[in-house]
């Protein structure tokens, strides 16, 4: 048999017969992509560079607000505070019942905002019914909106200008870095439009020079567009949307999904074992994208702070009027 899988057969009369053998490709099993072990490298970083900072007089600060008692979202808080302390961030828990007026959180986050204390802003998701997300998130100042949520801010990553990252794409954009794989060329295809993961994911790949398709509930077909990805990013919060005979060999998958499967197990948007099989490299869930958001908020704080001080920094600008000589008065 040849390289391209013809086999030469005799035949009766001294001729050969040349017959095409489909030729199966060894079982492959995925690299996993270590989020925690990348989560800890990065915290490692930044602990250095905030001690560095405090040491320069300019302690990172990180605000975190949060309205009512959904469990989930009291669990999340926590974690984000532990993990400022860790890294030697200063922290501010703000806890309001349900029913604070929608004006009084406003008045809130103004303050936080006026604060030089405080470097990022986070309001944490869902708030209760009455009061409107966007109203919140738009009231958080541009340098401190460390989640990236803000209209602003989306606008400064659709232009390619200096901003905060949502934290959930910025993580995985730094496990595919993780491959050694350069995206410039790369087919990437991102399954789900959201604004939070979606659509900032598939800006950031084309930033890589990456050609990126957005794929979502309307799109027909779905493996059809996914077979030809060299990398697929699946974010639609809906178990096996991405199965192993919807993958190219040698892809890298993404899994951002967090559900529960019919034993109740953490599980992504990816069927983890028949991708496994097909893939190059994969993240787990739990263990992938999951560490990396948190740490990511972490960086976007950092990143605020080292701003603020580099401004703080800079020497006035030369008086444009005339300045008095000595003995000229």
């Known amino acids: 048999m040849n390289a391209n899988g013809c086999q030469r057969r005799a035949i009766p009369g001294g001729a050969y017969n040349f017959v095409f053998v489909q030729q199966t490709s060894p079982a492959m099993s995925a690299q996993l992509i270590d989020g925690v072990k990348l989560s800890?490298?990065?915290?490692?970083?930044?602990?250095?560079?905030?001690?560095?900072?405090?040491?320069?007089?300019?302690?990172?600060?990180?605000?975190v607000v949060i309205v009512g008692d959904d469990p989930a979202s009291h669990v999340?808080?926590?974690?984000?505070?532990?993990?400022?302390?860790?890294?030697?961030?200063?922290?501010?828990?703000?806890?309001?019942?349900?029913?604070?007026?929608?004006?009084?959180?406003?008045?809130?986050?103004?303050?936080?905002?006026?604060d030089p204390a405080i470097h990022g802003i986070l309001v944490q998701m869902p708030l209760p019914k009455h009061i409107d997300p966007s109203k919140v998130i738009e009231a958080i100042a541009t340098t401190k909106d460390v989640d990236g949520y803000s209209v602003l801010s989306a606008g400064e990553l659709v232009a390619n200008l200096p901003g905060f990252r949502p934290c959930t794409p910025y993580g995985c954009m730094k496990l595919i870095e993780t491959t050694g794989v350069d995206l410039r060329g790369k087919h990437a295809v991102v399954i789900g439009r959201s604004n939070t993961v979606g659509k900032p994911m598939a800006l950031l790949l084309l930033q890589q020079n990456a050609t990126v398709t957005i794929c979502h509930s309307g799109t027909p077909d779905l493996a059809y567009h996914t077979r030809q990805a060299d990398i697929v990013v699946a974010a639609v919060g809906r178990r096996n949307t991405l199965t192993g005979d919807m993958v190219k060999p040698g892809a890298i998958v993404i899994d951002v999904g967090i559900n529960r499967n019919d034993e109740g197990k953490l599980c992504g948007d990816v069927d983890f074992d028949s991708v496994k099989e097909v893939a190059s490299h994969i993240t787990p869930v739990p263990g992938g994208v999951g560490p990396m958001t948190i740490t990511m908020l972490l960086m976007n704080t950092l990143e605020s702070a080292e701003r603020r001080l580099?401004?703080?920094?800079?020497?006035?600008?030369?008086?444009?009027?005339?300045?008095?000589?000595?003995?000229?008065?």
Not at 45 to 58: F, P, Q, S, Y
Not at 96 to 109: F, H, N, S, W
């Open 310 to 329: 580099a401004k703080n920094q800079e020497k006035p600008a030369p008086d444009a009027g005339m300045v008095p000589q000595p003995g000229l008065a």
């Open 76 to 114: 999340y808080v926590r974690n984000k505070v532990k993990a400022c302390g860790e890294v030697g961030f200063h922290s501010v828990l703000e806890k309001y019942e349900a029913d604070l007026p929608e004006q009084a959180l406003l008045e809130r986050i103004a303050a936080l905002n006026a």
């Open 40 to 63: 800890h490298q990065l915290r490692a970083d930044i602990a250095v560079r905030a001690a560095a900072l405090t040491e320069a007089g300019t302690r990172p600060g990180l605000a």
